[in-house]
């Protein structure tokens, strides 16, 4: 059974910095497409970030040059580093597994792209 669990968030002033872990089992990581994403109330579920099979990233225009996508197979275990962080950057933090091997979409990853999902991890921002 697929199980995605992430932890890290927490509450930060403006410009400071966070990093999301999200532990995986259940399935073989290195054959997975991982992603996260965000939802603030209200609003509709973002994607952040995406890295595939090859190793290669992709992300929403938003948080480029402050978030960075990274995965520790050995630790099955995938991270978000949060940099630079605004208030628009609130929100609860999901990651997602996608099976398969899966090439670089070049774009932000969809919902729909993925199979899997945590349970989340709240971000508070505050200016």
């Known amino acids: 059974q697929v199980k995605l669990v992430e932890s890290g968030g927490g509450s930060v002033q403006s410009g400071g910095s966070l990093r999301l872990s999200c532990a995986v089992s259940?399935?073989?990581?290195?054959?997975?497409?991982m992603g996260w994403f965000r939802q603030a109330p209200g609003k509709e579920r973002e994607g952040v970030a995406a890295?595939?099979?090859?190793?290669?990233?992709t992300y929403a225009d938003s948080v480029k040059g402050r978030f960075t996508i990274s995965e520790d197979k050995d630790k099955n275990t995938l991270y978000l580093q949060m940099d630079s962080l605004k208030p628009d950057d609130a929100a609860m933090y999901y990651c997602?597994?996608?099976?398969?091997?899966?090439?670089?979409?070049?774009?932000?990853?969809?919902?729909?792209?993925?199979?899997?999902w945590g349970q989340g991890t709240q971000v508070t921002v505050s200016s």
């Open positions: 997602a597994a996608r099976e398969g091997y899966t090439s670089n979409w070049g774009r932000a990853p969809r919902a729909n792209d993925f199979f899997y």
């Open positions: 259940g399935y073989t990581f290195s054959r997975y497409c």
């Open positions: 890295i595939f099979s090859d190793g290669t990233t």
